[in-house]
């Protein structure tokens, strides 16, 4: 009885679990990438015990990869050591971790899993309970197979009616932003349900379970149904449903009626209708990251870059989110798109996302981007300025030059 | 006498450790680059001891540890703040940062006006002026108790944190 959140830990935990609660439990995996992973092995040997299980525990090289500083090289060295050191064989450089702990078949439906990265909310769109951690939280999970919770509260949030063409997911996610701030779910899980998800793909609820975090949510569930089941295959997948819920508090959104939303500097709850800021010059345009640099949105991007040709004034990278991703996108044609149209396309990874690598941006630019992040700094320069957007606004306004509504072009 | 360093709202961990600057384990490194960019001389001026006070949601953003590590290599003995994003809450108690909520205290205070901190009590003592700050729960407060989250599980196991739930 109860959320999903208190389905989860009352099946796992194989007793009634309710909001409120602290509890110890038991975790199905534990990530950590190129930044978080060197603090979390410095604090697991200051445990000074034998790590829980070597198969359970991933390594991603995606914040800064290929290494760009001599530092950088440094701290991928000291996962890899301790990748040897303990056996740990899931270690990738392959795309974002986010991505990766989907892809490579660790997400299962009533699952629990931690992320040293705070986006670890995205694998909540399979109905996995998943929570970002700092290093140290992580440490002891790697020593243990544990850590706990207190488990949370939960806001509902209902997606009503379909989405209108040319509105995405990222859309919906801005506008709930917008709606209840950025600290409106702080120590809340949130569950997304409604028909605007029930349509939507597995890639497209991946979208709203990475923003939840972005309000401060702890995680950000959708309900496994047919469209999970077609993506993990039906033995993996569980009936999982909130029985007789009680939640903190339920929101309705009018998924008809929305147009895109731009979440402007420096707040990601800064969000504004398009049209309140369409014409702003850009200096970059970033398509990629763990909110929308999946096939479905390079897909959108390719459609508009067709036969067009990127803004001379504006720098476009595009960063697939893995390589299941790139090639795909390369068998698809689309790879060849972006490079005819001008824009840059980089490796798998974070890329641009956290101004350590490639498209920094210096003093005074202006970038528009997919990703979820548009703190001042995030991308470089504290005098930098990000917009985040969808990805067909990204596409549009890439071409133009400045900010730009989609829908007027085919 | 220490004193207090007021920030606003929303102070991320891209601002209070760029992440260009976070490609390091070396707490004094990350010391040295505490809001390096927001706040440039922020490293250069802060004395031991002294004290953050935040807005709402203080260390919202990246779950980087190497935030509330450069906050407290900086030399800065507590953050007060209005409310704290989750993770940042979370890693800073489990590193031994002591963060304090406190709503009262913050539009009556000006940067640099002295302070003192009773961490045990939540009790706050700015040029007279007394305030109260929340008491962490009982997880909280045990790792504070036994210094970070590495101490108390290294000598009390999983069954300190079972024991208070
Ligand atoms: S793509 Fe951006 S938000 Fe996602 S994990 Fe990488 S740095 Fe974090």
Redo the contacts with the bound molecule.
Sequence with gaps: MGTLTEEIFTRRLGREVHAGEIVVAPVDYAMA?DVTGPLAIEAFRKLGVPLWDPQRVIMVF??ILPANTVASAGLHKVVRDFADEFGVTHVFQEG???QLMVEKGFIRPGGIVVGA???STTYGALGCFSAGFGSTDIAVTFATGKTWFRVPETIRINLRGALPPGIFPKDLALKVIRMLGAEGANYLAVEWGGEAVEAMSVDERLTLA?LTVDFGGKAGLCEPDEHTRAYLGEAEVYDLHPIAPVYRSLIEVDAQTLEPQIACPPAIDNVQDLSAVAGTELDEVFV????N?RIEDLAIVAGYFKGRQVSPRTRTIVVP?SKQIYMEALARGYIQTFMEAGALVMNA???P??GRQHGVLGPGERALST???NYAGRMGSAQAEIYLANPAVAAASALAGVITDPRGLN | MARLFKFGDAISTDAIIPGCYNVTTDAAALGKACFIEARPDFAGTVQQGDVIIGGRNFGCG?SREHAPMAIKAAGIQAVVARSFARIFYRNAINIGLPVIQCDAIYDAVEDGDPISIDIHSGGIDVDGKMFQGETPGPVAAAIMEAGTLIDLIKTRGWAAIEEVS
């Design positions: 990438h995606d914040h974002i971790c986010h990265d705070s986006h990475n990629g990251s763990c909110a640099g989110a990874g974070c890329g996302c956290l990703s979820n992040r | 990246s």
